[in-house]
């Protein structure tokens, strides 16, 4: 299994592009997740899915949009890229709920390094 | 809003010596998790405890839940150069929907 595969690694974009940050889990996991993490900041959630066609707002959504048509894949677009929107971003996956004993353990990708000037 | 304070922001310690980290919240968590994050990586999760006073051992790593599941400690014992790296506590709640609230993390260097 390659676990949570994100690309591209890292992108430059100036101010006013869009681009979309590709996520992919072959755990089939439920839940997947967005954060973006700024230095000595720790991560802040942007989006989170609990399934196919099912997407909420997390923390930090402002600038950001999701979909979520298949269980596999999540990706994160940016339409109008700010230079606040500079930072590190993960895509994660965790377990679907059986009932007892779920506690959201979260399996990580590589992350994207982003830089918008 | 749960928040989660780590402590020490930042430590750099001698290969061999001992330290005990912090994760402290004014709310109650069904479960306390702690990753490991290196430079240019994602977080790797390294034990979730749910049971107040709960201890967890991995390898030279001990995790300790609070007995009111408001708190969690991480000691290491003799340190090495491979545990350098970011240190993130992360609270939950079981359910469905249930998020993650994370702390800002503790950077630890060991140097050789």
């Known amino acids: 299994n390659a676990g949570v595969t994100q690309t591209p690694k890292f992108r430059i974009l100036k101010i006013g592009q869009s681009m979309t940050l590709q996520c992919t889990q072959d755990m089939n996991h439920n839940y997947m997740y967005w954060y973006r993490q700024d230095p000595g900041m720790g991560l802040k959630l942007i989006y989170y899915s609990v399934g196919a066609g099912i997407t909420d707002k997390g923390e930090v959504p402002n600038g950001y949009n999701v979909s979520r048509s298949t269980t596999e894949d999540f990706p994160l677009r940016l339409e109008l890229a700010a230079p606040s929107q500079t930072s590190v971003y993960f895509c994660?996956?965790?377990?679907?709920?059986?009932?007892?004993?779920?506690?959201?353990?979260?399996?990580f990708g590589p992350g994207t390094r982003l830089t918008v000037l | 809003t749960q928040l989660l304070e780590q402590s020490p922001q930042f430590l750099s310690i001698q290969e061999g010596e001992n330290l005990t980290v912090y994760c402290n919240s004014s709310s109650v968590f069904s479960s306390l998790q702690w990753y490991r994050q290196e430079p240019g990586e994602g977080p790797v999760l390294l034990v979730t405890v749910v049971t107040g006073g709960e201890v967890k051992k991995l390898k030279r790593l001990t995790f300790q839940f609070g007995d009111a599941r408001k708190d969690s400690s991480l000691h290491i014992t003799a340190a090495q150069p491979g545990d350098t790296g970011l240190y993130l506590c992360a609270g939950g709640r079981a359910g469905a929907n249930s998020k993650l609230t994370f702390g800002k993390g503790i950077t630890l260097s060991v140097r050789p």
């Open positions: 994660a996956s965790s377990y679907p709920p059986p009932g007892q004993g779920y506690y959201n353990e979260q399996f």
